[in-house]
Structure formats: structure tokens, C-alpha cells
């Protein structure tokens, strides 16, 4: 799958901002960020759908979602912290209010907090 | 309990044998999906179901709501079946929230 793309791939901080891309080119009204940590399934942090936020789990304030448009997600992190090194996920679905909404995932964007 | 139960934890299968992958759910579930994470930690979506069977190609999915489980099914396992596999239930109606299993770790050998 190469219509969602993810950028970085890889990301190595310290307690530097840095943010993650995502952009999607299936159609999609809904946008996903998830966070897979090591040995785990993944966990949902955002969704957007047709650019609002829909829901905001339990996710510290240092991470900021955006959503410029709706198919492209950032997320904006700020001071990491070594519990942060993990996988984030980007995701999209037709849209969160439809049945049969089948989610894609994007290929990842590991982060290490050094 | 778990609104989501995977199980087995880990398997492992011979080329060429089948077998079957199950969740149970705590509750009615809406729908659920069904992922495979390869060695490369790619998140590849096998089915969704609302209802009933779907299959494709090696692989069957069952959903059945009113008993609360869903079951993957592999036949004629291959290598490249092995990694982890998840289901991903949605509780309530159009939420976009899926409660995942914590996975099934498969390894076909040769």
C-alpha cells in the first residue's frame, strides 16, 4: 500500500520539536494517528473526519495533531519523552460516521528518544 | 474481563497446514477487522466484517455478532503468512474507535 505515505520513516530525538506528515490519497474523509509501542497493539491518540477533531484519547499535551486539509495529517511533538519511542501509525478510513468503514494504515514513522 | 480476547498468543504452523485464529468479544461488537503485521511491521488490512464469511484466497474470516466472536482462518500456510495478527473490534456505532486484540504471533516454518 503507497497511498498513504508517512514521513520520516525514522526519527531520532533528544528534546527537540519535531513533527510527523501523512498524506493520503485514497479519497478519505477520516484520518487516523495511532501509537504502537513495542510487543503491543496499536493504540488510537486522533481522528480527524473532514478535517474536525473527533477524538482525543488520553494523549499528552506535548503531542498536537493538525489537519491541514483532509488528506494530509500532522503531528507536532515537543519535548519527548523516553516513554514516546514507538511507532506512530497514520491511518485513514471513508469516513468515521459510515458503516463499513475498513481502516488502511501507512507505513509508520519509528521514533527513538535518545 | 478484555472487551477484546485474541487468542492463541503465538503459534506456529508447518508449511502447508491450516489453522484458525480466534477473538472473543465482552460484548456486542459492531464490526471488526482483521490485520496482519508483517516482519517489516506493515499494518496489512486482510477484512472488514459487519456480518457473516468473507474470504480471500487462503485466508476466511467469520464474524458472528450475536455469539460475541470472530475467527480467522489460514489455509495452506506459506512463509510469508508468518507475523502478528490482529482484530479490531468497533463497539458502538460509528465511533471510528477500534478496541484491538493484543495480537496473535504467528510463525509458519518450512
Known amino acids: 500500500n503507497t497511498k498513504i505515505t508517512q514521513s520520516p520513516r525514522y526519527l531520532i530525538l533528544g528534546r527537540a520539536n519535531k513533527s510527523l506528515e501523512c498524506e493520503q490519497h485514497?479519497?478519505?474523509?477520516?484520518m487516523y494517528w495511532y501509537k504502537q509501542s513495542a510487543e503491543k497493539p496499536p493504540e488510537l491518540m486522533f481522528l480527524?473526519?473532514?478535517?474536525?477533531?473527533?477524538r482525543n484519547e488520553t494523549v499528552p499535551s506535548r503531542f498536537i495533531p493538525e489537519c491541514p486539509d483532509s488528506s494530509k495529517l500532522l503531528l507536532h511533538i515537543s519535548a519527548v519523552d523516553p516513554e514516546d519511542s514507538a511507532v506512530y501509525f497514520c491511518?485513514?478510513?471513508?469516513?468515521?460516521?459510515?458503516?463499513?468503514?475498513?481502516?488502511?494504515f501507512g507505513e509508520g514513522s519509528r521514533l527513538i528518544v535518545v | 474481563g478484555m472487551p477484546v480476547e485474541q487468542n492463541p498468543p503465538a503459534l506456529s504452523l508447518y508449511e502447508g497446514a491450516d489453522s484458525g485464529l480466534r477473538c472473543n468479544f465482552s460484548?456486542?461488537?459492531?464490526?471488526v477487522q482483521w490485520f496482519q503485521q508483517n516482519h517489516r511491521g506493515r499494518l496489512i488490512t486482510l477484512f472488514y466484517?459487519?456480518?457473516g464469511t468473507k474470504e480471500n484466497g487462503r485466508l476466511k474470516s467469520t464474524f458472528n455478532s450475536k455469539e460475541r466472536y470472530s475467527t480467522l482462518h489460514i489455509k495452506d500456510a506459506q512463509l510469508e503468512d508468518s507475523g502478528t495478527y490482529f482484530c479490531?473490534?468497533?463497539?458502538?456505532?460509528?465511533?471510528?474507535?477500534?478496541?484491538f486484540g493484543d495480537g496473535t504471533v504467528l510463525t509458519v516454518k518450512p
Open positions: 491511518a485513514s478510513s471513508q469516513d468515521s460516521e459510515y458503516s463499513g468503514n475498513t481502516l488502511y
Open positions: 485514497l479519497g478519505h474523509n477520516a
Open positions: 480527524y473526519n473532514l478535517k474536525q477533531l473527533i
Open positions: 460484548t456486542t461488537m459492531k464490526s
Open positions: 466484517l459487519a456480518q
Open positions: 479490531a473490534a468497533e463497539v458502538n456505532t460509528n465511533t471510528g474507535k477500534l478496541t
